[in-house]
């Protein structure tokens, strides 16, 4: 039977409606034979027992999708804004009880989770107002008797497949732009943390989203219902966010059917100290962007290249720095750096770390497992680092720093595009001159300057090489969820 298990009042949530253990289909709650556990990271304490659904619920979420799909399209810009908006106002009237949710499934410090949700909310209040803005073109024929007009019309059925470590701003960054658009969406949130999804889907009922506009599937069974939302004819667009790799097989799959494909993978982030850079900044600018969601994060710096004339004053103040995280369960006051995800995910960092030491890394702070408990992994610093350690030549998506030392402007550029990642980027400088080269220079699809936190609705966010491709928010996040249409009109001389 599924069930809530955890104390919702112990946990401070006030509208226990809220945590919903079901998948949402069509406008109604959907149960299944089976459940999984969600577990909360910090406590290892079971938060829910969620219906397991499967291909049959996902194929059902597909056709409820297409069944709404001309309803929806054939509202006005104007309608599908207002209830857009109704969502994000119901979303931030409720940001604290969705901010607490998202902490006990996913173990984010409390404040950083409210963020979040902040975070996701602005996608739908952007993208409420930039509906309103898909604009047509006119061009002059090449002939007096015929026009010629393009028009943009949604692309379809939308399906997703969403991460863990954004549960709720992944799913609203793509639904906010393709509800806009005049599409409907189906979604397959991570199996870890399925409630932060659930918690949209209330939330979007209650804004008055009519059924089958959007749906939330939420199962175990990941390679099969993965196969429905990339194989399955009706569904027009896939988007996903997540690893590389399985990035890889998603778009083998969707080839079958020629799919509009937007996909936002892993990233390998250099941080860039130079030597004229404000210190204090940037080491504020490497804690916010390294230790966020304890490293889980693919925007976050992964290396941390420091040119050689500030190394020793950086280091020493960064040492300071992390030593002042507070590591523990994200409900807790003043803890700003929660649990890994699972216990793999903490081993995938101590083999990185061991392998790295072996290379001739040296641990400057932190290295280990925490006291707090089975998933925390103490902030970390490596020091004495290349390169092609294992520890930055991999994505590492945990609360560890190496630092690489480097001496000239254009060995930093090389430095960090020696990968064949490029999401983000970030670097340190108060020379014009240097600023611009290596923006210019750097092979990253998003750059932060003098900025350890780059993300905002209003700005085009996505990468290139093996990041991706597809841009998500500002006035380009439409693109991927719209066809163009050319009209040739002719006789128009008679």
Request: glycine residues 10%.
């Amino acid at each position: 039977m599924t069930e809530v298990t955890c104390n919702l009042e112990a946990a401070g949530i006030k509208d226990s409606q809220l945590i919903k253990p079901f998948s949402y289909i069509n406008g109604s709650w959907h149960s299944s034979e089976t459940q999984f556990p969600v577990i909360n990271p910090s406590t290892g304490e079971v938060v829910a027992q969620v219906s397991n659904a499967d291909v049959a619920e996902t194929e059902l979420a597909v056709s409820a999708a297409k069944g709404a799909l001309k309803m929806w399209s054939a509202k006005s810009a104007n309608e599908r804004a207002t209830l857009l908006r109704n969502w994000f106002n119901l979303v931030m009237e409720n940001q604290d009880d969705l901010g607490r949710i998202l902490t006990l499934e996913q173990g984010k410090p409390l404040a950083e989770a409210k963020g979040e949700i902040a975070y996701g909310a602005a996608f739908l209040e952007w993208f409420a107002e930039e509906g309103k803005r898909v604009y047509g073109d006119t061009i002059p024929a090449l002939s007096s008797d015929k026009k010629i007009v393009v028009i943009k019309q949604p692309v379809g059925v939308v399906a997703s497949i969403t991460p863990w470590n954004f549960p709720n701003a992944m799913i609203a960054r793509k639904a906010a732009a393709a509800l806009a658009a005049g599409c409907t969406f189906v979604v397959r949130p991570s199996e870890s943390t399925p409630l932060s999804a659930l918690a949209m889907a209330e939330l979007a009922e209650r804004a008055g989203i009519p059924a089958g506009v959007f749906n939330v599937v939420v199962g175990s069974n990941s390679r099969g219902m993965g196969q429905v939302l990339t194989q399955h004819p009706d569904v027009a667009k896939f988007t996903f966010t997540g690893s590389t790799g399985v990035g890889k097989l998603l778009l083998t799959q969707c080839a079958t059917t020629v799919k509009k494909v937007s996909m936002e993978l892993g990233g390998n982030a250099p941080f860039i100290v130079f030597n004229d850079a404000d210190i204090d900044a940037a080491v504020q600018g490497a804690i916010i962007s390294k230790y966020r969601n304890a490293g889980q994060t693919c925007v976050c710096t992964n290396r941390i290249l420091v040119q050689q004339g500030v190394l020793e004053e950086f280091t020493e103040k960064f040492k300071n720095a992390v030593a002042e995280l507070h590591i523990g369960d994200g409900l807790v006051e003043g803890v700003n750096l929660g649990p890994m995800i699972s216990d793999k995910a903490v081993c995938d960092v101590e083999k990185l770390v061991a392998d790295s030491i072996a290379a001739g890394a040296k641990v400057a702070f932190g290295g280990q497992r925490s006291e707090a408990g089975e998933l925390f992994y103490q902030p970390t610093i490596l020091t004495g680092v290349t390169n092609d350690m294992p520890i930055a030549a991999n994505e590492i998506f945990g609360p560890v720093s190496p630092i690489i030392a480097f001496e000239t402007e254009e060995e930093a550029i090389e430095l960090a595009n020696d990968t064949e990642y490029g999401l983000a980027a970030y670097f340190y400088s108060r020379d014009i001159g240097t600023v611009w080269r290596v923006a210019e220079g750097l092979e990253f699809g998003m750059v932060g300057i003098n900025e350890g936190i780059i993300s905002n609705a209003a700005a085009p966010f996505g990468g290139v090489k093996q990041s991706g491709n597809g841009r998500e928010g500002s006035k380009y996040g439409l693109d991927d969820y719209l066809e163009i249409k050319y009209l040739c009109m002719g006789g128009l001389d008679k």
